[in-house]
Every structure is written in C-alpha cells, then in structure tokens.
C-alpha cells in the first residue's frame, strides 16, 4: 500500500467523473475560461459522445492524480488527428509534482509522436512544464467587459 503522501496517477473511472467536476469547481469555478461556463456535462461520460468519438476517430481520456486519497490534479486529454490536446487543473501547491506522471500517463495511450497541446494556468505550472521540454506557445488572458444597460 503506498504511504499517504505517494502520489497516485490514474485513468478515470466512469463513476469518478463528479469528483473531477468538483475539483474544477473548487479550483476554478468559472470555467477554464468566461466563454465556456463549467458544466457538469462536460464531465458526464454519455455513451453517445462515445460512440461519436468512435465514428470521427476522436479520443478523449481524463487522467487523475491522488495523493492520500485526495484528488489534486486532472488531466483531460482530447485525440485529434494532428495531435492531442490537453487541459490541466490542478490545486495550488502542486506544481511540479504532478505534470510528468500525468503526462506519461497520456503518453502511454496516445501516440509519443504527435503534437501536444497543453492549456494550463500559468502560474502553477508553467516552469515545471517548460522543464518537461514544452515551449510557450501563447499567453491569454480572457478578459470581459459589460456594457451598462445590457449585453454581455
């Protein structure tokens, strides 16, 4: 049995979907971004998003990392067919002990050739991906503006 503080990496299970919604939640509740609100349904797995995936050649897989029992990061990885494509969540304090077992945990089901992708919060974890040999691609920073009387 591994000790309380060993960090346990694993492919979600179909019933662990809520746990990993609660921790996007916790972490960020708004979303990875404004214009795409968190919603439970985009962790749901449904069986005809897969079957959907199947037909168009898509994969998605959502890995979890554990330390103690406690969920500390989630990596949900999409397949496409110039590469895949990642987004990262994690809590604050994990930076650096997370990202290569999540990454090699992809690795092991998507092709090492391919192209990756990886949105993630800067703060948390960009040097310790920089030192995994990936390069800043681009910064954003989604920003909003609501005009008074109406609109967005």
């Known amino acids: ?3 309380a503080s060993a960090l346990t990496v694993s492919i979600r299970k179909w019933g662990e979907w809520e746990e990993e919604y609660a921790l996007w939640k916790e972490v960020s509740p708004s979303g990875s971004a404004w214009n795409t609100p968190l919603m439970k349904s985009t962790f749901r797995p449904a069986l005809w998003n897969r079957l959907e995936g199947i037909l168009s050649g898509d ?3 959502h890995v979890l990392a554990r330390r103690g029992g406690r969920l500390e990061a989630a990596l949900s990885a999409y397949g496409r067919f110039s590469g895949w494509e990642g987004v990262l969540i994690q809590r604050p304090g994990t930076g650096g002990a997370v990202e290569r077992e999540l990454l090699d945990a992809v690795g092991r ?3 090492p050739d391919q192209a990756v ?3 993630t919060t800067p703060a948390v974890s960009d ?3 920089i030192q995994l040999g990936f390069q800043r691609r681009r910064i954003f920073i989604w920003m909003r503006y609501t005009f008074p009387g109406g609109g967005l």
């Open 127 to 129: 040097e310790s991906l």
């Open 117 to 119: 992708l990886l949105e």
């Open 59 to 61: 994969r998605e897989l």
């Open 109 to 111: 089901v998507f092709p």
């Open 1 to 3: 049995m591994p000790a």
